[in-house]
């Protein structure tokens, strides 16, 4: 199975900061990466897939980028509404894994 | 409006059975793939199976083979999740989603529904 690897686990910023966390996989994958938001006690909702495009309704805020193995999610100026945990997933083939998340928490 | 809606979830005691149901509505559920994952207490996701439109086509994650079983009523618009043989470390938010429109058999989830709880102890 392919392994993708959050880091950072937990991050703190404050409003407006730029943000970046970093997905590696554990072989190339392409660019078949997803990126999930989930806030406290809520399901998971898709922001990102195929590493960069924009879900529908996604604040623009929001970017991706990377192939091969290393993927970047970027929030341009953080929001309050943004804390949640973020997940990676890969999509290269089943059986489809998740990165174990980063934890945004907000100053 | 996409809404899945999983129940059938509770306390459950180990070496028992249980099926999870989930409802869709707001789609055309008979051309929808569809997925379960799980969320274990404070850990992260784990994809557990998938089933094709007309359920023809399954796939299961490797270590539950066996024990976990999905199938479809698309008469009903509903989706099930049959687990056997309850361990410990089944306890966990068990979710289903839907494919994405966009990505077709790849393994991309939206919308997911709002998950029902399944804990298993004696």
């Known amino acids: 199975d392919i392994q993708m690897t959050q880091s950072p686990s937990t991050l703190s910023a404050s409003e407006g900061d730029r943000v970046t966390i970093t997905c590696r996989a554990s072989?190339?994958?392409?660019?078949?990466l997803a990126w999930y938001q989930q806030k406290p006690g809520k399901a998971p909702k898709l922001l990102i897939y195929?590493?960069?495009t924009l879900e529908s309704g996604v604040p623009s805020r929001f970017s991706g980028s990377g192939s091969g193995t290393e993927f970047t999610l970027t929030i341009s100026s953080l929001q309050p509404d943004d804390l949640a945990t973020y997940y990676c997933?890969?999509?290269?083939?089943?059986?489809?894994?998740f990165g174990q998340g980063t934890k945004l928490e907000i100053k | 409006q996409v809404q899945l809606v999983e129940s059938g979830g509770g306390v459950v005691q180990p070496g028992r059975s249980l099926r999870l149901s989930c409802v869709a509505s707001g789609l055309v559920f008979s051309n929808s793939i569809m997925h379960w994952v799980r969320q274990a207490p404070g850990k992260g996701l784990e994809w557990l199976a998938v089933m094709s439109h007309d359920g023809s086509i399954t796939i299961n994650e490797d270590s539950n083979k066996g024990r976990f079983t999905i199938s479809r009523d698309n008469s009903e618009n509903t989706f099930y999740l049959q687990i056997n043989s309850l361990r410990a470390e089944d306890t966990a938010v068990y979710y289903c989603a839907k494919e994405s429109s966009s990505s077709g058999w790849a393994g991309v989830f939206d919308p997911w529904g709002q998950g029902t709880l399944v804990s298993v102890s004696s």
């Open positions: 072989q190339s994958i392409t660019n078949w």
């Open positions: 195929k590493a960069s």
């Open positions: 997933q890969h999509y290269n083939r089943y059986p489809v894994t």
